[in-house]
């Protein structure tokens, strides 16, 4: 495996350990903790086919894969050394509808939903050559491809979010080297507009939120040398800063709308440590908690896993198999211990079964083997295993 030649989501790393995750590690939660969807229907006994959540964030298309519309999650797979790509309808555990689509080698990808029809897109990137392919998705089926043309291959960190508010997403193109920042208003598989915003120096990273909320999406920057932090307040390709509070120099972080504001606040973690700092944010507003620690070797994925549209976090650890769920409700948490998942297991997250509670998805990326957990309203899980893919697939 090259390592240019990867999905540019999180919670990619790759983990090389012989152990398996087996059906008797698997527990189920606690008796006695809650996971019951309670602001949506007042009750824990809720009926379990209903497909909702609260959360623009849960259900939106460009964060969290739907190929084909239908409410329950999916995934797409890449082969990092054959550049094969493969998409999954899923269906609860089950591979309702797969597909082999086209080839492309040496390329990073990222979703979005660039032509706003609730289906989910891909954009891709060849490492070699700059171009930007877009791919807009219907089911399995690839609708439309179409080149968005080639970039200066420096620009190799790229991100989508929707910057003018109209529900088809854009892209946000960074050089990490020189500090450039593009903007690209996208309608469908059309640049409607390209625009240089402000150069960012090296030293600063950032990640996509929506800050206010108006729902024209902003971007956070972190400079991870002297741990200022901002927000670029986004109005289209206009960008309005504010400086927040300096903090974090050197630590991890991660969004999420801990606190169901519609806004999105900022998860720190320090992975030399395992310190967690919660950023409540409102505006230009931080509202800082300091969250229990966690044993280094965690990594958290974000999602809704009691389905109360209010995010929570996954802490897992990949070598030892330990994982915890942390119900959030702003700084407050709840946590509730997964059984072990075996080691060697890495975690993606998604509502596969369309319940409104994110599921999980545990990959042993040294021997393909895939399994669901379906987290239920009644606050059960269960998990299957599903197909095997080889070590060279990725997924996100
Ligand atoms: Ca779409
Ligand atoms: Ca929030
Ligand atoms: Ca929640
Ligand atoms: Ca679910």
């Given at each position: 495996m090259t390592t240019s030649s990867t999905a540019k989501s999180d919670n990619l790393s790759t983990v090389n350990t012989e152990s398996q995750y087996t059906a008797s590690s698997i527990n189920t939660f606690e008796d006695n903790q809650d996971l019951s969807v309670?602001?949506?229907?007042?009750?824990?006994?809720?009926?379990?086919?209903a497909s909702f959540n609260t959360s623009p964030y849960i259900t939106s298309p460009a964060i969290y894969a739907d190929f084909n519309g239908d409410g329950n999650n999916d995934k797409f797979w890449y082969n990092t050394e054959t550049g094969e790509t493969q998409v999954w309808l899923m269906d609860g555990s089950n591979v309702s509808s797969e597909a082999n689509l086209n080839t492309m080698a040496t390329s990073s990808f990222t979703i979005g939903d660039f032509n706003g029809d609730g289906k989910t897109d891909i954009v891709w990137q060849n490492q070699q050559t700059g171009e930007m392919t877009m791919w807009l998705m219907d089911g399995t089926s690839i609708s439309s491809e179409a080149s968005l043309g080639t970039v200066d291959t420096g620009f190799s960190d790229y991100s989508i979010s929707d910057?003018?508010?109209?529900?088809k997403t854009d892209i946000f193109l960074r050089n990490q080297t020189t500090g450039e920042n593009v903007i690209w208003v996208m309608d469908g598989t059309s640049i409607q507009s390209s625009s240089t915003l402000e150069n960012k120096d090296s030293s600063w990273t950032y990640t996509m939120g929506e800050f206010n909320?108006?729902?024209t999406n902003d971007i956070f920057w972190h400079n991870t040398e002297t741990g200022e932090n901002s927000i670029w307040f986004m109005n289209g390709t206009t960008a309005t800063e504010t400086a927040l509070d300096t903090?974090?120099?050197g630590w991890d972080y991660k969004v999420g709308?801990?606190?169901?504001?519609w806004t999105t606040d900022i998860l720190w973690t320090?992975?030399?440590?395992g310190e967690n700092t919660l950023w409540e944010i409102n505006g230009s507003q931080a509202n800082a908690t300091t969250l229990d620690t966690v044993g280094t070797g965690f990594e958290s994925s974000i999602g809704d896993f009691d389905g109360d549209g209010t995010m929570d976090i996954l802490w897992h650890n990949q070598e030892t198999g330990e994982s915890t769920v942390w119900i959030m409700d702003g700084g407050n948490v709840s946590k509730v211990e997964l059984g072990n998942s075996g080691a060697g297991m890495q975690a993606t997250v998604g509502d596969y079964d369309g319940d409104g509670d994110t599921d999980i998805l545990w990959r042993n990326s040294s021997t393909g083997d895939n399994y669901v957990t379906l987290v239920s309203n009644d606050g059960n899980y269960t998990t299957t295993p599903v197909a095997t893919l080889s070590q060279e697939w990725v997924t996100f």
């Open positions: 309670s602001s949506l229907s007042g009750s824990s006994s809720s009926d379990v086919s910057f003018d508010g109209d529900g909320p108006n729902f903090f974090g120099a709308d801990f606190n169901g504001d320090n992975s030399a440590t």
